[in-house]
């Protein structure tokens, strides 16, 4: 394993490989080590001894590496920037470095390592070598990647929320107030005129736009739901499903919505909107059953169709972020969703919540009146 017996006497790792490894029972426990990759460099850089530790995180065997120079782990950007040989210089001179990168396994595959490399003297302050414990940080790497992006996510959702919101209420106050005004106007014209039957046109126009702008601002967000909670909301929701499509839906809600603060409502209620739009748009359902029960601090919500079914096991398709939003809106709140689904057999979404969502976030987005 070691590489003592190997060397010459002028070679640069005897003195280390002498000096250094003369305790026989730490040199075992140093070998033995899985986690870190821990080893020798003489005082060119050169790899002089080689632990389990090493092999399972860069892949190469003792008797591959010992004698090599380390720049080898390094990627070949690093090695033109000079970063080994820099590495090794600033270890000489402050006595221990430590960085962070990317480094290369025998099979060219990448890393994210932690590195720390300690100088080792001899009692009169001749280099010796360097002692380098690597450790393999990618999955850490990756979680806090995860953590960043579900953040960023986060983040996402609420200024994506927020944004309907304005454009909903300008909507109302810009557009809308501005019809109502031009109702008004034609409305002072005098009916007898010749132009009557133009006006009284263009009145019954104006209504309709307004409905349209009604339509739309509720669409981006109902005024219901700030005004009057989440389970009103989600009942005008169903009955605007119902009027608009063919379809029948059953709902049921159960329990106090006093646990859901701003944030874990939105969610619900787009959860509740991407099912119903979903079962419209692929399911070719007759119908649908929405049950809401909250009790002891648990949002449970199930939502099912008796429509054609998907095969869920083949994975998402490209571009279909549905229900993939629906996953990470839950996941926000702390909660778990289930798909289940199979060709002919519907397609059931069920999602459990934890309400302990009583302190509001302090945001609450504004409410959008009616026009
Ligand atoms: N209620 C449903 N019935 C049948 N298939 C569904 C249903 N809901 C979702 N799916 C299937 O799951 C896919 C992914 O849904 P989604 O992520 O919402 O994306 P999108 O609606 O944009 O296609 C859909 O394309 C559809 O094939
Ligand atoms: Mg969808």
Redesign the pocket.
């Known amino acids: 394993m070691t590489n003592a017996s190997a060397t010459e006497p002028d070679d640069p790792r005897a003195p280390l490989s002498t000096s250094l490894q003369t305790d026989a029972s730490f040199r075992v426990l140093v070998e033995a080590v899985e986690d870190y990759a821990i080893f020798l460099l003489d005082a060119h850089g050169n790899v002089a001894t080689w632990n389990a530790g090493a092999k399972r995180i860069k892949g190469y065997d003792a008797r591959e590496i010992v004698g090599r120079h380390f720049s080898v782990f390094y990627p070949p950007e690093d090695i033109a920037a000079g970063k080994p040989q820099n590495g090794l210089a600033t270890a000489a001179q402050a006595g221990r470095v430590e960085d962070e990168g990317w480094r290369i396994r025998k099979d060219t595959s990448r890393f994210w390592a932690n590195v720390v490399i300690t100088a080792l003297h001899d009692a009169r302050g001749n280099l010796l070598g360097f002692a380098k414990v690597t450790r393999d940080m990618t999955d850490r790497l990756r979680l806090t990647e995860l953590q960043h992006a579900s953040e960023l996510s986060a983040h996402v959702q609420s200024a994506l929320e927020n944004e309907r919101a304005s454009i909903a209420r300008e909507l109302h106050d810009d557009l809308g107030q501005q019809l109502v005004a031009l109702k008004m106007q034609l409305s002072t014209l005098d009916t007898r005129a010749r132009d009557a039957h133009v006006a009284r046109q263009s009145l019954a126009q104006i209504d309709t736009i307004i409905g349209s702008l009604r339509r739309i601002a509720a669409g981006l967000r109902p005024p219901v739901l700030d005004d009057l909670g989440l389970f009103a909301a989600i009942d005008w929701l169903v009955c605007d499903f119902r009027r608009r499509h063919d379809l029948t839906i059953h709902l049921h809600i159960g329990g106090e919505e006093d646990g859901f603060d701003t944030t874990a409502s939105t969610s619900v209620f787009r959860l509740v909107q991407?099912a119903l739009t979903?079962?419209v748009?692929?399911?070719r359902a007759s119908e649908a059953r929405i049950a809401i029960v909250c009790a002891r601090s648990r949002c449970t919500l199930t939502i099912e169709?008796d429509?054609?079914?998907?095969d869920i096991t083949r994975g998402r398709?490209a571009g279909?972020?549905?229900?993939?939003g629906m996953g990470e809106r839950v996941r926000q709140l702390g909660g778990v969703i289930e798909f289940r689904?199979a060709p002919g057999e519907g397609?059931r979404i069920r999602v459990e919540i934890p309400l302990d969502h009583r302190a509001d976030d302090g945001h609450p987005i504004p409410s959008v009146p009616l026009i």
């Open positions: 991407e979903n079962i748009r692929h399911a169709d429509g054609c079914g998907a398709a279909t972020f549905g229900l993939l689904s397609f």
